[in-house]
């Protein structure tokens, strides 16, 4: 099986990945690939928006990009640590879903 090195469009993350799986994700979110971590986010960011009309994978991916990137633009806190966060909160707390119509 071929491996392949691909770094995650959110947060940069290097990954050694099969060419399989590596397609598998692309095909997954518009042609890019995602590390397990912000795949997982934009998965669950679908779900919870998933509501909304016109919400879909393309939308998740610009919100948790722009995630990724304010988390890297401070060294302080860790991309990972941010994001178990995020999705701690956002699975526990039900007053974050007011925008069901
Ligand atoms: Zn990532």
Redesign the pocket.
Known sequence: MDIESVK??????KEDCTQDYISDVKANFEGKW??????EAVRDEVSKGGKKKNYGVEEALKAHMSF?RKFKSNPAVR?SDGMKQMLRRRSGDSSSSKKQV
């Open positions: 995650c469009e959110c947060c940069g993350l995602l590390c397990g971590l912000c795949a990724c991309v």
